[in-house]
Nanobody, 124 residues
Framework: VQLQASGGGLVQPGGSLRLSCSSS????????MAWFRQPPGQERDLVAN??????????ASVKGRFTISRDDEAAQKNTVYLQMNSLKPEDTAIYYC????????????????WGQGTQVTVSS
């Protein structure tokens, strides 16, 4: 399974970005997907995950500001999104998408497949 993340960039505090993660998986809909982030010098932590049935989990720090969604139905899309609103400087990090087949895990060590990461910088 190959994952390709995109959509990062520089944004001012209070702004919005939408990250996308496209997959090469033949049967994308069976996988549980997630977004993690890793600030400089820190560990990679869960931002949000979405199960293969659409159930979602969010980190407390992003709840109410970020929304994870997935597009399984449109042919050839196989994409998971992270809509990020009301961005704060502390959201600055490299954002990674990840996939796992067993369950909608919350730990990075449980995920089998990773995208290359996309940089998000929130600064004025």
């Amino acid at each position: 399974v190959q994952l390709q993340a995109s959509g990062g960039g520089l944004v001012q505090p209070g702004g919005s970005l939408r990250l996308s993660c496209s997959s090469s998986a033949h049967i994308f809909s069976i996988y549980h997907m997630a977004w993690f982030r890793q600030p400089p010098g820190q560990e990679r932590d869960l931002v949000a995950n979405i199960s293969n049935t659409g159930s979602t989990t969010y980190a407390a720090s992003v709840k109410g500001r970020f929304t994870i969604s997935r597009d399984d139905e449109a042919a050839q899309k196989n994409t998971v999104y992270l809509q990020m609103n009301s961005l704060k400087p502390e959201d600055t990090a490299i954002y990674y998408c990840a996939a796992v087949g067993i369950y909608a895990a919350t730990s990075a060590t449980d995920y089998d497949y990773w995208g290359q990461g996309t940089q998000v910088t929130v600064s004025s």
